[in-house]
């Protein structure tokens, strides 16, 4: 038998989320009340390549942050030790086998990879490469497959809905239509969300491709029944039949295409579809930002706790999951590679269909 493990690794990667830190927290804790030394690695895997990216965390370093926003290790969504060469201060090199060397040399046992699709994909690659690895899935996206919820997305869904309320009062005041563009890249969970918990009606996301006509005219019936204003809620990845994505910057090198702009679009072709006036508004990274809600502290402080149980177990190549009421482990490979979008048949899709939201189809 394989003697136990005594010192971990941990690291966050990708975009931000809140509720990074209160896993972070739960990590150290739970470990260190195994007998575990946790390590944090600095900036996604770039702390398994660069020396002194990386620095031993007690409890006493993870005391306090819990209802902290980012991440105390930090994070960038650029590094991929295998795609394509990582820039260092030494330069650009293929880092992936010193990946491998230096979780060797750091005396590591086992990895605790906090991270969305991409570094989760990531960190399943270097488990074929022998590093024994524990996934915690982190989307505001809620976009990850095998798991209800992902922390933060609960977070992103309580600001946006705050936005929306404050909308609504002024949409009301001056009879306008207001748009709201949120995150969600290739799934409208945050727009389907916040769009029902802010009563909007309209609801744009990327599942569903729109028709400017159909969406015109519904907010048009609107202003016949008396109704003068109208909310509107557009996810990042929406887009019209037949067109595609809009976006802020197109996929070069290590950096994945940016979306954004499809709010301003919409705006615009309502002004000129109804005759109104029409304002919009990008939450952009505020959906980021700020402290976790209640519900992503517990769920983070869950996935922790459940990461280091899996590690003590030796269940390695998996990943932490909500499955309610429990949280479960499971394989890395049903994860990987796959988008976890909103189903034409979801109840809460048919419910706002039910009550007139308009999805523009
Ligand atoms: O994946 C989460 C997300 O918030 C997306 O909705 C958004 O498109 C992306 O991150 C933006 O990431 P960044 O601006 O950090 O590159």
Not at 56 to 69: E, F, K, N, Y
Request: glycine fraction near 14%.
């Amino acid at each position: 038998m394989a003697p136990p493990i005594s010192r971990i690794g941990v690291l966050t990667g990708g975009g931000d989320a809140p509720g990074l830190n209160a896993v972070i927290r739960a990590v150290v804790k739970a470990a260190s009340n195994a007998g575990i030394e946790c390590v944090g690695l600095e900036d996604s895997f770039d702390g398994l390549i660069e020396r002194d990216r990386s620095r031993v965390l007690t409890p006493r370093d993870v005391t306090g942050i819990l209802r902290l926003g980012g991440t105390i290790l930090g994070t960038t969504n650029r590094g991929n030790p295998f795609a394509y060469p990582v820039t260092t201060s030494e330069g650009t090199h293929d880092y992936s086998d010193r990946v491998v060397e230096m979780f060797g040399k750091m005396g590591l046992g086992a990895l605790v990879v906090i991270g969305g699709d991409g570094t989760l994909a990531i960190a399943h690659e270097f488990g074929r490469r022998g590093i024994p690895i524990v996934g915690v899935p982190k989307t505001i996206d809620n976009d990850i497959v095998g798991t209800t919820n992902c922390f933060g997305f609960d977070t992103a869904v309580a600001f946006a809905t705050d936005a929306i309320d404050r909308l609504h009062t002024t949409a009301e005041a001056h009879r306008r239509i207001l748009v709201v563009e949120v995150m969600g890249r290739y799934a409208g969970w945050i727009a389907l969300y916040a769009g029902v918990a802010g009563g909007a009606d309209a609801i744009l996301i990327p599942e569903i491709p729109f028709d400017f006509a159909v969406l015109a005219e519904r907010l048009r019936a609107r202003d016949r029944w008396g109704a003068r204003f109208s909310i509107v809620v557009v996810a990042e990845g929406a887009f019209p039949k037949g067109g595609g994505h809009t976006l802020l910057e197109a996929a070069h090198g290590a950096h994945a295409e940016r979306l954004g702009g499809i709010g301003a679009e919409v705006c615009h072709a309502l002004a000129g579809e109804t005759g109104k006036e029409t304002r919009s508004v990008v939450l952009g990274h505020l959906q980021r930002g700020g402290a976790p809600t209640s519900f992503d502290r517990v769920l983070a402080t869950r996935f922790g706790g459940k990461a280091v149980e899996l590690i003590r177990r030796g269940e390695f190549g998996t990943m932490v999951a909500f499955d309610p009421p429990d949280i479960i482990a499971r394989p890395l490979e049903e994860i990987v590679g796959r988008t976890k979008t909103v189903p034409l048949n979801h109840d809460l899709l048919m419910t706002a269909k039910a009550i007139g939201v308009t999805f523009g189809d």
